[in-house]
């Protein structure tokens, strides 16, 4: 016998929890500039509670062959990946209206 999703109803293989969750979530796309003048693009704005974030990190960081991390609800990608993000997560299933991107944050602009 299967598990039954509490959420949903419908049995863990079938569950279309995380899929009716991409669809509401706000997410931002900015880089930042750490230390050393590196450039890391911030993915933030999603509920960890109903989208996989480990999962979703490991999915972009395998696509863009790049490290990064996931930590406090925000996944971090080593390097300027931003126009690609959007298109990765629009092919992931989330909605292209509710993914905004920003510029480059921190006190070293240039």
């Given at each position: 016998m299967s598990e039954i999703?509490?959420?949903c109803g419908l049995p863990?293989?079938?569950c279309v929890c995380e899929t009716i969750a991409k669809e509401d979530q706000e997410i931002v796309i900015k880089q930042d500039k750490k230390k050393f003048g590196k450039i890391v693009?911030?993915?933030?704005?999603?509920?960890?509670k109903e989208i996989d974030l480990k999962d979703l990190g490991k999915k972009l960081k395998s696509k863009f062959a790049c490290g990064g991390t996931v930590k406090?609800?925000?996944?971090?990608?080593?390097g300027d990946h931003s126009s690609g993000v959007k298109s990765e997560l629009i092919k992931l299933g989330f909605k292209e209206e509710t993914i905004?991107?920003?510029?480059l944050l921190g006190k070293n602009k240039k």
């Open positions: 999703c509490e959420k863990k293989q079938l693009t911030i993915v933030e704005g999603m509920d960890p406090k609800g925000v996944i971090e990608l080593q905004k991107e920003k510029g």
